[in-house]
């Protein structure tokens, strides 16, 4: 894989993803859409610009790591995963077919490259706050990044780590929440309100960055921000849309976990031609 | 040999400080040995280890599941993290985190769960952990240990270490009566046979372990040979010494310090099931909590202790001959 700082191929990159994540689950007939596409750009810097990492020595010891917190929308991290050269790109459609590598959730059993395996949500910055100890304790560069979903910190066991890692001044972890105001039963904030979300971070002590999740400068900006940052977590509130980048998909809780018709995906692809 | 020449069973140290020491010499042994503990360092002994080692011991505070799933984290980084707490909370309060981020990926995690069964005594049900077996052999992939005296626990939590794989080891409050001597060679997931008897064979876990043995000398007493049996690994359960003793004895009881309907027992009568069906009693805790009080007597008024052990095995061997 080659790495750029080059937002123009970033976001080619960002649209192809979103391509192969609407084929992956049409072809699958199920998984996640809506949560996926919101996280395209996110994924796309992290493994493409900001990730110390190498496809052809996956466990390299001072990799940075990747947790993807809110399993469900792996067909962006297998797509990433993918194009950087971890997994075959051929066989991204037989996401959630028996015995395929792509498993319905990330499955380090299917896929040694991966982390962890996650998929029930609220567990993963607990994960990465692991790999940071274990990081700080054998002197390493290694960084850790999550993902969690926006619905997914109404979890206790979030407030547990966020309260952790700040007073443990893990600063080689950054957590990312992707906040596309939707989770599977509507709108986050009909279901359970998040806000003042930037303010109850800050108030666990992290150095909080509140961007355009969707702005892959503001991502470079906002992760070049963290490194610099010493003593304490970052916590980037990424603000994106849900479905992002097809426009009956945006901000459209029907697409939290429905897979796009034959006609839609059609369609689909000739908004990100 | 008598029963009583082998085992003079006086109290040895609790499971739970043999615990805390041999994780001292792991921490000595290999560097990539971490600790993590929920603000019970002190009563799980972990406390130990931190002392010795600041840098790898990881105070979680009251936080279960984020302490387990940071364990999950520490593995996924070539860790050999053991974490621990009360019994009670670590499986109730982690048992997510521990089947998402251990049993489930596979991952080289070690949970210690002390202040098992009611034994703790004056504290009471609410931290008694009389679910945990049920709990950890529920899980896919899980090796379960419940060692019976300070002996066997120093050893097999050296080999829980030695060997890649989530387990769970559980721990009690209570001095232990002592069984073994430090030679003493275990092996995870075989069983050991403490005295040979022909007519009952008497398996037990933790401290059932000890009343096994002081239901075999009253037993012996009476002329009936009992053959006593520890299984410290109740997943992978020795499936062989269970098969022998059902062929063998033709009656089997078993004991723990566990709800009755959901522990070693049940798992016991299914391998004989398989192997060679025979008749089989259970002494354990009956669909109940248990309340503060000593643990001498709170043993003996919930029914295990050696004199409950000896009953069920006259009422094995009269089914038995009744046929």
Redesign the interface.
Same mark, same amino acid.
């Given at each position: 894989m080659t790495k750029t700082t080059d937002v123009a191929k970033l976001e080619q990159i960002a649209k192809e993803t979103r391509r192969r994540i609407l084929q992956m689950i049409t072809a699958a007939g199920s998984g996640h859409p809506g949560g996926s596409l919101s996280a395209v750009e996110i994924l796309v810097t992290l493994y493409f610009d900001v990730m110390r990492h190498d496809p052809a020595n996956p466990k390299w010891p001072e990799r940075d790591r990747f947790v993807l917190s809110k399993g469900h929308a792996c067909p962006v991290l297998y797509t990433v995963m993918a194009e950087c050269g971890y997994t075959p790109i051929d066989q991204l459609n037989t996401l959630r077919k028996m015995g395929s590598m792509y498993q319905g959730h990330p499955d380090v059993r299917y896929i040694p490259s991966l982390e962890a395996s996650t998929g029930s949500l609220g567990q993963g910055l607990s994960l990465i706050i692991g790999m940071g100890l274990a990081a700080r304790l054998d002197k390493s560069p290694s960084r850790a990044f999550v993902v969690l979903g926006d619905g997914e910190i109404q979890e206790g066991q979030v407030w547990e780590s966020a309260m952790f890692a700040p007073f443990h001044k893990l600063d080689n972890i950054v957590a990312i929440v992707d906040y596309n105001k939707i989770q599977l039963d509507g709108f986050v904030k009909d279901i359970l309100d998040l806000e003042p979300v930037v303010d109850k971070w800050k108030s666990f002590g992290w150095n909080v960055l509140n961007i355009d999740g969707h702005s892959i400068p503001a991502l470079q900006k906002a992760f070049a921000d963290a490194e610099a940052t010493k003593g304490k977590p970052t916590v980037i509130i990424a603000q994106t849309v849900k479905g992002k980048g097809v426009s009956f998909m945006e901000n459209n809780p029907k697409f939290h976990g429905v897979a796009p018709t034959a006609e839609e995906l059609e369609k689909a692809l000739k908004e990100l031609a | 040999m008598p029963v009583n020449a082998k085992f003079d069973l006086k109290p040895g140290a609790a499971t739970r400080e043999a615990f805390g020491k041999a994780l001292v010499e792991l921490g000595h042994a290999n560097k990539d040995v971490?600790v993590c503990d929920a603000d019970l360092s002190k009563s799980t002994y972990t406390s130990y280890f931190g002392k010795e080692f600041p840098?790898?011991f990881?105070e979680? #505070?009251i $936080?279960e599941?984020?302490?387990?799933?940071?364990?999950? #984290?520490? $593995?996924?980084?070539?860790?050999i993290?053991f974490v621990s707490s009360f019994s009670v909370f670590l499986l109730n309060k982690g048992f997510?985190?521990i089947?998402?981020?251990s049993a489930?990926?596979?991952t080289n995690l070690k949970l210690v769960g002390t202040h098992s069964g009611i034994s703790i005594g004056e504290d009471g049900p609410s931290q008694m952990s009389i679910e945990d077996i049920s709990l950890a052999c529920s899980l896919g992939g899980m090796t379960v240990i419940s060692p019976a005296d300070e002996f066997s626990m120093k050893a097999l939590v050296h080999a829980a270490a030695a060997m890649f794989g989530p387990v769970f080891i559980r721990a009690g409050r209570a001095k232990a009566a002592i069984i073994y001597t430090a030679d003493q060679k275990f092996e995870i997931g075989k069983g050991i046979e403490l005295v040979k008897g022909s007519d009952v064979t008497l398996i037990g876990t933790g401290l059932l372990v000890a009343e096994s043995i002081r239901a075999a000398e009253t037993l012996e007493s009476e002329g009936i040979s009992a053959r006593v049996i520890d299984i410290h690994t109740i997943k992978p359960l020795d499936r062989d010494i269970i098969a022998k003793a059902a062929r063998e004895t033709g009656a089997i009881v078993v004991s723990e310090e566990h709800l009755v309907d959901s522990g070693l027992g049940v798992r016991v009568a299914q391998a004989a099931a398989e192997s060679t069906p025979c008749v089989m009693e259970f002494i354990g805790i009956q669909n109940t909590y248990a309340e503060s009080g000593p643990p001498e007597a709170l043993l003996k008024k919930y029914g295990l202790v050696a004199e409950n052990v000896a009953a069920a095995a006259r009422r094995a061997i009269t089914r038995k001959k009744a046929g």
């Open positions: - | 971490v840098d790898r990881f979680c #505070g $936080a599941a984020n302490m387990v799933a940071i364990g999950g #984290g520490l $593995a996924a980084s070539g860790k993290p997510e985190q089947r998402v981020t489930f990926p596979h």
